[in-house]
């Protein structure tokens, strides 16, 4: 599905709707079993069905399904296993991209602009070129232009998407956030690429884009490297040119991505102290949680270009960047109510803008969490990376226990955190149980 796509309205809703009664009727169980275990064959239709639906499609969709596989028993870990790779199998059957050139992902409506070039064949990496713009500017031809030739020096993928409307935060409105998530489950079967090694670029606001998509979705990728773009300052309301914070949602949840970060003082278009101020911010961070791998590379006399030694320089500053999808401390700033898992957390209902600082203790066999506000719902994702699920595992709160057992590998879990193609992020367990 291309989020926000704009016309025939009407008919799309009623072609939706019409869909998700056909897979909800795919869905009922046969009369009189309502309260009987599903067989394997009504889990595989049903789940089947589920992941084809288009996202919009799913929320209908979503009570109905896990009531069913509620019903599931507790799987071993072999069961675990045959389950998570027959997932995958249904993913590798989902849309792909093109593999060269320039091409629309809705062809029909002329919407969702992407260009796809670099090495397509055997890539070591998927580098997503950002471009730049504003409020009725910017193209994706531009990055796929910049970038174009380090992909191929890097043998990476490159993929360049346009943003859907353009404006002045093009990259996280309309729709193009949800898009750029697509574009990446997509990629990842296009080019069977490593889910590891993927990385966003961008220029201008392209860079604003890599700062900011880049740290909602952390867990997909391995690092950022914007350039001439910051994320949006936050100024004094009574001085307006008083910088005194970044928007929200960016730099705790860097923690574990690295970035690389170019800027030049003598920009007229995007002056440096937004970028500054962040780096500052990821010093101060690096500082309290630990982690935060970052490299600032601020020169005087590049204006709004890219650095003299070029494009590849900084794409090789990351190359050797590999996403960890279980690291050891977590932190995490919610600030989308859609993007529900983080890394090996999860939390239906996120408190947007709260600190969450997760930590694992696998010699004790715990996890440890610490939020600054209301935690209710939030869950611990585990499977045999995380912790040993033989032994009783044990999850706090702020302080309080949450939670001790020896976990149940579910069904319901492993379908939940497989919603994109990402094996990485495929638990089986989820603790404490939601009520």
């Not at 969709?61 to 596989?69: C, D, G, H, S």
């Not at 296993?81 to 992902?105: M, P, T, V």
């Not at 997503?128 to 970038?147: N, V």
């Amino acid at each position: 599905m291309l989020f926000s796509m704009g016309s025939k309205t009407s008919r799309r809703s009623l072609l939706a709707s019409s869909f998700a009664v056909l897979v909800a009727a795919q869905l009922q169980l046969p009369l009189g079993a309502q309260q009987k275990a599903p067989t394997r064959s009504e889990c595989e239709k049903a789940i089947r069905s589920f992941l084809v639906a288009e996202p919009g499609e799913r929320d209908a969709l979503e009570a109905k399904l896990f009531e069913t596989l509620s019903r599931v028993a507790p799987l071993s870990k072999k069961e675990a296993a045959a389950w998570r790779k027959k997932i995958l199998d249904y993913h590798k059957k989902g849309r792909r991209l093109e593999r060269s050139g320039r091409n629309w992902f809705d062809e029909k409506e002329k919407r969702g602009l992407y260009f796809v070039g670099g090495e397509t064949k055997r890539p070591k990496g998927l580098v997503f070129g950002l471009h730049g713009g504003g409020a009725g500017s910017g193209d994706a031809s531009s990055a796929f232009g910049a970038y174009q030739s380090a992909a191929n020096k890097l043998d990476w993928a490159l993929v360049c998407p346009e943003v859907l409307v353009k404006s002045e935060h093009g990259w996280t409105t309309d729709g193009t956030e949800e898009w750029v998530l697509e574009l990446i489950d997509c990629s990842l079967r296009t080019f069977k690429v490593d889910p590891d090694h993927v990385f966003f670029a961008g220029h201008s606001m392209g860079g604003y884009g890599s700062w900011t998509v880049g740290a909602h979705h952390a867990d997909r990728i391995a690092a950022i490297v914007p350039s001439a773009g910051a994320p949006t300052p936050i100024f004094d309301i009574r001085d307006k040119t008083k910088l005194i914070d970044i928007e929200a949602g960016v730099i705790p949840s860097l923690r574990n991505v690295r970035a690389v970060i170019f800027q030049s003082t003598d920009d007229p278009r995007v002056p440096p102290a937004p970028n500054q101020f962040a780096v500052e911010l990821l010093k101060r961070a690096q500082e309290k949680w630990g982690g935060y791998d970052f490299e600032y590379i601020e020169v005087t006399d590049r204006g709004h270009g890219f650095p003299k030694e070029g494009i590849d320089w900084l794409l090789e500053k990351v190359a050797k960047s590999s996403r960890n999808a279980v690291p050891e401390r977590i932190t995490w700033q919610p600030k989308l109510s859609w993007k529900r898992q983080f890394y090996w957390l999860r939390w239906e209902k996120p408190v947007l803008e709260s600190i969450v600082v997760a930590d694992l203790d696998r010699k004790a066999n715990q996890i440890h969490i610490r939020c600054d506000k209301d935690p209710a719902g939030l869950q611990v994702l585990l499977d045999d990376r995380v912790l040993d699920l033989s032994k009783e595992c044990v999850v706090t709160i702020n302080g309080e226990e949450a939670w001790r057992g020896v976990p149940e590998r579910r069904l319901t879990t492993i379908v939940r955190t497989s919603l994109h193609p990402d094996a990485n992020l495929q638990f089986e367990c989820a603790v404490p149980p939601l009520q």
